[in-house]
């Protein structure tokens, strides 16, 4: 028998493997993609207040304000500072203000060495790259956030894999022997 020219099914299947192959990289890119793209590991600034913060003796050491030890870029904007034991306010000429410490090298009596009470706001920045928990908490939300797509990859390579085995059960059939004649 003359086969020149046909195509056989080895190939064919071998060439409808290869689109199927390439068809699951190319889904599984795609949803690589976009999860990468809709991630933000970047920085954000972030904000608190405090009200009534009452300071320990107020000396040329200064004060931090409470909490805002760790923070990165921290910037500090009082709106009231008076004096814990007489209610006066304090005048800015007596303190400085440093990232969220405040300086009193310059307070004069009776304000040095006296207990302030501080009111204002603070910002700071927060890098999300070393926040490890929240990136593994976000994680995990977004995996079970996305069930849905990933129900429909399990589908698709589900019917992949039939029509793959359909193939290899038809071209097992197709290989067996032919009778050549009575």
């Known amino acids: 028998m003359d086969k020149r020219g046909v195509l056989g099914l080895d190939i064919a299947k071998a060439v409808i493997m290869l689109f199927l192959i390439i068809a699951i990289i190319g889904v599984t890119l795609i949803i690589v993609l976009a999860s990468i793209s809709n991630s933000n590991v970047a920085d954000s600034d972030e904000s608190g207040s405090f009200r009534n913060q009452t300071t320990l003796a107020m000396n040329t050491t200064g004060w931090q304000i409470t909490g805002t030890t760790n923070y990165d870029d921290c910037v ?24 969220c410490f405040i300086n009193a090298s310059t307070a004069t009596a009776p ?51 039939a029509i793959a085995i359909i193939l290899v059960v038809v071209s097992k059939f197709g290989a067996g022997t032919r009778s050549t004649g009575l």
């Open 76 to 99: 500090v904007s009082l709106t009231n500072i008076n004096n814990a034991s007489t209610g006066e306010d304090i005048a800015t000429g007596n303190y400085t203000t440093s990232a």
């Open 111 to 161: 304000y040095l060495n006296g207990v302030w009470n501080l009111t204002g706001t603070y910002t700071y920045t927060i890098d999300k790259s070393k926040d490890i928990k929240n990136n593994i908490t976000t994680g995990v939300t977004l995996l079970f956030s996305n069930t849905g797509t990933i129900f429909t990859i399990l589908g698709v390579v589900v019917i992949i894999s």
